[in-house]
């Protein structure tokens, strides 16, 4: 597709449950990007793929967030044993190897 | 550790009125600078950006943006809002290190515009 897709784009969770979250980056975009974005703040970083090779997971709050991006284009944002605090928008981004970064419309997760 | 700081969290203005939305970084280092803009429901746009160059930018839709180095800042301007601009402005930045590294946000300027 054109751009940045997520699904799916609304989950309601329970307390306790396991979630997986989608990315399908624009084709040829070898960097892709994860972020959190709760309510009434701006974006944080999650974690970082340069192809299939996550380089940087400095932002995943817990072991209980896990990604991957096993052949360098999907991507797949695991959330176990969700909690409440988890609720957000997970929000999925990606670029060439320099230039400009392109989010999807993301993920709204809440734990209820 | 690099931070955003968006001075005005929400902003009302009326129609024609001119726009200007704080942007402060603090980095020792060379950065990228980026303004995104989320209109309700939709997804973060990029609005402009500066790398290197010109540090006066412009951007879709009648913006502009000032790199000034030695405030570090990246104010956002635009010299007659429309209600179409009502949305959430988030300033960015990244390190200039020739890699899409990742950005980090302010927590965003929300902007009403009333007709």
């Known amino acids: 597709g054109a751009g940045v897709s997520q699904s799916p784009r609304y989950k309601v969770a329970k307390r306790g449950q396991d979630v997986a979250l989608r990315c399908d980056p624009i084709?040829?975009?070898?960097?892709l990007f994860w972020y959190q974005q709760a309510l009434g703040q701006g974006p944080e970083f999650l974690t970082y793929?340069?192809?299939?090779?996550?380089?940087?997971k400095s932002g995943l709050p817990s072991d209980r967030f896990f990604a991957e991006r096993p052949e360098g284009s999907v991507s797949t944002l695991k959330i176990q044993r969700t909690q409440q605090e988890d609720s957000a928008v997970y929000l999925c981004?990606?670029?060439?190897?320099?230039?400009?970064?392109?989010f999807g419309e993301g993920s709204w997760l809440t734990v209820v | 550790a690099q931070s955003v700081s968006q001075h005005n969290h929400h902003v009302i203005l009326s129609e024609a009125a001119s726009l200007e939305l704080g942007c402060n970084y603090s980095?020792?280092?060379?950065?990228?600078l980026f303004w995104y803009v989320q209109y309700p429901g939709q997804h973060l746009q990029l609005l402009l950006k500066?790398?290197?160059?010109?540090?006066l930018v412009k951007g879709i839709k009648g913006f502009e943006a000032e790199f000034i180095k030695s405030k570090f800042s990246f104010n956002l301007r635009k010299p007659s809002v429309q209600w179409s601009d009502t949305a959430e402005y988030f300033c960015?930045?990244?390190?200039?290190?020739?890699?899409?590294?990742?950005?980090?946000f302010g927590k965003g300027t929300h902007l009403i515009i009333q007709p």
């Open positions: 793929f340069q192809n299939e090779a996550q380089l940087d």
């Open positions: 960015a930045v990244s390190h200039s290190g020739g890699g899409a590294d990742g950005l980090t």
């Open positions: 981004a990606s670029s060439l190897p320099v230039g400009t970064i392109y």
């Open positions: 084709s040829g975009h070898v960097s």
């Open positions: 980095y020792g280092g060379t950065v990228n």
């Open positions: 500066y790398f290197s160059g010109d540090p």
